[in-house]
C-alpha cells in the first residue's frame, strides 16, 4: 500500500450493529490510514461511549430520543463530544466537514435520508444498507450522478462482482449471478418450514449478521434485495441478475462476460474482507481476520438451483424487480413488517411469504415521480401488512 497517504475520515452510521462492529476491527487494524470521525446508532448508548473513548470519536449521533437524553447526561462520553438526534440529526453527522466517506449500515430504511445528505455532500458512500437502493436505486443513483460521489459496494456478493467489473465493460457483460448459502433451512424437509421458530431461523450456517438479515437469508429475500441492489449498482437489466445457492460461501458472485469467461471472487465468510476492500479502495492490505482460506486443505465449491418451493420470497422479488416503479420498495416494506412479525412471535414462518405476496398484489403498482411518493409506497405496504397479520397469527395455524 502506498505509504503517507491522509488518512481516510469516517462517519459510520449503524455503529453498535453488526456490520458495525465488523468495521471497527478494520478500522483498528489500519489506524494509519482509516479515522473515525463519527458515529451513530439507533440507541445502545454506552456501547457508542466505548466506541468514542477506543477511537477518539467527537461526533456521536442517536436516533432515539431517550438514549440520545440520556447520553448527554453521562460521564461516559468526554466533555468536548457533539451530540446529533433523530433523523436530522443523522443527516448532519452523514454530512461532517471533516469526514471524506460514510459508511451506511443502519438496518432497515432510516439510512436513506442521511446517506442522500453524505451524496449531496459528495462524500464518498460505503453502502452496506442495501434497503436503500431497492427502495430508492432511481433517486439514490441518479443523486450519486449529479454530485459525483462514488458509491462503494459493501455487501459481500455486490463487493465481490465490483472487484470482478474493474478493467471490464459493463456492456461485456452478459449476466452476473449472485450466491446465497440457502440460510438455516436449506436441507430442512419441505413440511417441517410450517413450525420453524425464530430460534430456528437465526442459526445461519455460515454468516454471523443481524437477527433481520439472518432470516432473510432462511428466506431468500435477502437474496431478492440483493439482486435488486444490485441491478441499481451495475446498471444491469432484471434478466441479467440471478441467483444460486453455494453452500460454504467462498465465493461471492460469478461475473459472466459475453465471450463466456466467468470471473468469481473468492474469501471466508467474514464481513471484514467487504468492509475493509470498500473502505481502502484501490489499495490493499492484510485483513484482520483469523480465517483467512486454506488451499493447503481439502475443501469443496458446489453450486445448486434454488428451489422455488422452499424460497418463495426470492420469486416475490424477481418479479418485484421485472415489475420496477414502487414494486421493489413494496416488497421490502412488507417483508420488515412480515420479518418483524415473525421475530415477535406473532406469526409463523410460512406467513412471511403469505403476506408478502398479499400485500404486493394489493398495492397497486405505479412509477415513482420522487422520493416522497416512494415513501409513501413504503408506508402504504406497511399499513396493509399489519392489517394482513392478523389473519396470519402463529396461534390460528
Ligand atoms: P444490525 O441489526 O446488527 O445493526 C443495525 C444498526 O443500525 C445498529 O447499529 C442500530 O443501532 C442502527 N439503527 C437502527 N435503526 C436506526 C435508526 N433509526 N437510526 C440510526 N441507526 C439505526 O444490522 P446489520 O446486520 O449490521 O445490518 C446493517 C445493514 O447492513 C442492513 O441493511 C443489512 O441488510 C446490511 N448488510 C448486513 C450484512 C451483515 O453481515 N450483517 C451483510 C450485508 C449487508
Ligand atoms: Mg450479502
Known amino acids: 500500500m502506498a505509504a503517507n497517504l491522509p488518512r481516510r475520515r469516517i462517519v459510520l452510521l449503524g455503529a453498535t450493529g453488526s456490520i458495525g462492529e465488523s468495521t471497527l476491527r478494520v478500522i483498528a487494524a489500519h489506524r494509519d490510514r482509516l479515522e473515525l470521525v463519527g458515529i451513530a446508532s439507533h440507541s445502545r448508548h454506552q456501547r457508542l461511549a466505548e466506541i468514542a473513548r477506543e477511537f477518539g470519536v467527537k461526533h456521536v449521533g442517536l436516533a432515539d430520543d431517550a438514549a440520545l437524553a440520556a447520553a448527554r447526561t453521562s460521564d461516559a462520553f468526554s466533555a468536548g463530544t457533539v451530540f446529533y438526534g433523530g433523523p436530522v440529526g443523522l443527516a448532519e453527522i452523514a454530512t461532517l466537514t471533516e469526514a471524506d466517506t460514510v459508511l451506511v449500515a443502519v438496518v ?53 462482482v ?58 431468500l429475500a435477502n437474496k431478492g434485495l440483493e439482486l435488486i441492489e444490485a441491478q441499481w449498482l451495475f ?121 408478502v405476496e398479499q400485500v404486493l398484489a394489493q398495492v397497486k403498482n405505479t412509477e415513482p415521480p420522487s422520493l416522497p411518493a416512494v415513501m409513501e409506497a413504503d408506508a402504504e405496504a406497511r399499513r396493509v401488512a399489519r392489517a394482513l397479520l392478523p389473519t396470519f397469527n402463529s396461534s390460528s395455524r
Open 108 to 160: 432497515g430504511t432510516a439510512g436513506l435520508e442521511p446517506a442522500l445528505a453524505a451524496i449531496a455532500a459528495r462524500k464518498t458512500i460505503a453502502l452496506a444498507s442495501k434497503e436503500l437502493l431497492v427502495m430508492a436505486g432511481k433517486f439514490v443513483m441518479a443523486a450519486a450522478r449529479a454530485s459525483g460521489s462514488q458509491l462503494l459496494p459493501v455487501d459481500s456478493e455486490h463487493n465481490a
Open 162 to 219: 465490483f472487484q470482478c467489473l474493474q478493467g471490464h465493460r459493463t456492456e461485456d457483460v452478459r449476466r452476473i449471478v449472485l450466491t446465497a448459502s440457502g440460510g438455516a433451512f436449506r436441507d430442512w424437509p419441505l413440511e417441517r418450514l410450517a413450525e420453524a421458530t425464530p430460534t430456528d431461523a437465526l442459526k445461519h450456517p455460515n454468516w454471523a449478521m443481524g437477527p433481520k438479515i439472518t432470516v432473510d437469508s432462511a428466506t
Open 235 to 355: 446498471g444491469l437489466r432484471a434478466e441479467q441478475c440471478e441467483a444460486v445457492l453455494h453452500a460454504q460461501s467462498i465465493i461471492h458472485c460469478l461475473v459472466e462476460y459475453r465471450d463466456g469467461s466467468i470471473l468469481t471472487q473468492l474469501c471466508p465468510p467474514s464481513m471484514t474482507f467487504p468492509i475493509q476492500h470498500a473502505l481502502l479502495f484501490p489499495d490493499r492490505a492484510p485483513c484482520p481476520t483469523d480465517d483467512a482460506l486454506s488451499l493447503h486443505k481439502p475443501f469443496t465449491l458446489d453450486f445448486r438451483p434454488v428451489e422455488a418451493e422452499r424460497y418463495p420470497m426470492l420469486g416475490l422479488a424477481q418479479a418485484a424487480m421485472v415489475a420496477g416503479g414502487n414494486a421493489p420498495a413494496v416488497f421490502n416494506a412488507a417483508n420488515e413488517v412480515a420479518v418483524a412479525a415473525f421475530l415477535g412471535g406473532q406469526v409463523s414462518f410460512l406467513a412471511i411469504s403469505g403476506v
